[in-house]
DNA sequence: GGTTAAGCGGAGAGCACCATCCGCTTACGC
DNA sequence: GCGTAAGCGGATGGTGCTCTCCGCTTAACC
């Protein structure tokens, strides 16, 4: 454990007190986000971390690119939700835990709410993730269809229908967010397996959005 | 018609030339919230009506008395549709066409639909009218339930949740907006009228809300 | 037409934010 | 211990916003 590692100082390329600063900024920062949403200032983020402005820009060249890191995890975290939703034997169930789980991550993080949402353009490894996780959703989505628990005019663009609204909810509600989400999830997952007219489903494109605030105290 | 008018030079006070200035600022505020949501800089108002800033700020001390007057109208035809569907011999159909048409408004200006969600808690008038309406839309939900066409479930409460969930549909989707809100409200009509488990309601207060932006382009 | 108060517009104060620069400090490897 | 590159933080640009100040213009009434 001692060989190869003659120049570099550590694993990672990054000195030991450098390390402990950037794993403090990350996890400083994920807590600002979920308590607050995206646009928590810079300065705010380096204050508590206990490290100057200059230090954070150093790691993370942009706010986005800090973002991205930050949520990186929970995007993860998010698409394992859909394997596990798979392995359901009850497609229907899986698909309901998975609404549920998705929106409860939601809903506990405005962070994390105003980053699906906005999806970080060019964060790419999390491109492709929610691609991996989007391909598992509409298998799951055949699934239920196919065992009759699911409507069939469903479309795989509700999720992201439902991503917003619930989006919606938790931006401007501040601690009752989780308890609204959830009933506006048990209403739309009780009406995604009931049947009624339904307009058209319609393709909201994730990555249209503004700069990155959206959310506020 | 020319008696004791000898001082004030207009019936409201305002000179003619301001008058006309005055109608133009909140007809163009009114077209830039509805397009780009309540974050238009006041500049690119007053630009845009060929005025000053100076002007501009005379008519309306702040930013929020700005967003109040243009809404104001938008707010009473609000109000006046809860008359409609409780003009409705229809309880339940009356309940659809209501929360259609508001939710419909709110897709089309985006601006109404943030001003709805903020609801601009110094704004008095807006504040008893919107009591009217709550009252009215209560009313509504009494009838629709005793015509057994709303579950019992229901609560009045809900139609916040429902308003906020389409606030976030019409934030994050540009042109899309309209399309999206019906088939998210054809969903949730569908489950007000159907049944199934629900986690118990949660009063969202509408005014908790940030300063005034909540959007962007 | 002349007087005058009301109205006007642009420049800028004050603020909050993202991002950078630069001289000092410190961990690391010998 | 010591040299050095890596790391550090506060001051500083630069931008975009809300709202104010002040000298000029003009509509309204005689």
């Known amino acids: 454990m001692s060989g190869t ?15 402990q ?4 900024i990350v996890e400083v920062a994920g807590a600002l986000f979920a308590e607050r949403g995206l646009d928590v200032p810079m300065a705010a983020i380096a204050r508590r971390a206990g490290v100057g402005v200059a230090t954070l820009y150093r790691r993370f060249p942009t706010k986005e690119s800090l973002v991205a890191e930050v949520f990186a995890d929970q995007f993860a975290a998010c698409v394992s939700v859909v394997d596990e939703a798979l392995a ?4 229907w169930r899986g698909f309901c835990t998975l609404v549920e789980k998705v929106c409860a ?14 999806s970080l353009p060019h964060a790419i490894d999390l491109d492709r993730e929610r ?3 989007l391909r598992g959703f ?3 989505v055949r699934r239920a269809k196919a065992a009759g628990r699911l409507r069939p005019d469903f479309s795989e663009d ?13 931006a401007h509600s501040a601690d009752a967010a989780l308890a609204a ?6 209403y739309l997952l009780t009406s995604f397996a009931g049947d009624g007219p339904l307009p058209p489903p319609v393709a909201l494109s994730l990555r249209d959005v503004p700069h990155l605030a959206t959310s506020r105290t």
Chains 1, 2 share one sequence.
């Open 138 to 140: 509409a298998e799951l």
């Open 158 to 170: 509700d999720l992201v229908l439902l991503l917003m609204a619930n989006g919606g909810i938790v």
């Open 88 to 91: 359901d034997p009850d497609p």
């Open 105 to 118: 991550m939601q809903a506990v993080d405005r962070g994390f709410s105003a980053a699906v949402v906005a």
């Open 5 to 19: 590692a003659s120049r570099i100082p550590a694993v990672d390329g990054l000195r030991a007190d450098a390390r």
């Open 131 to 133: 691609e991996r996780g």
């Open 21 to 24: 600063n950037r794993d403090r």
């Open 181 to 186: 989400s959830r009933r506006l999830v048990a």
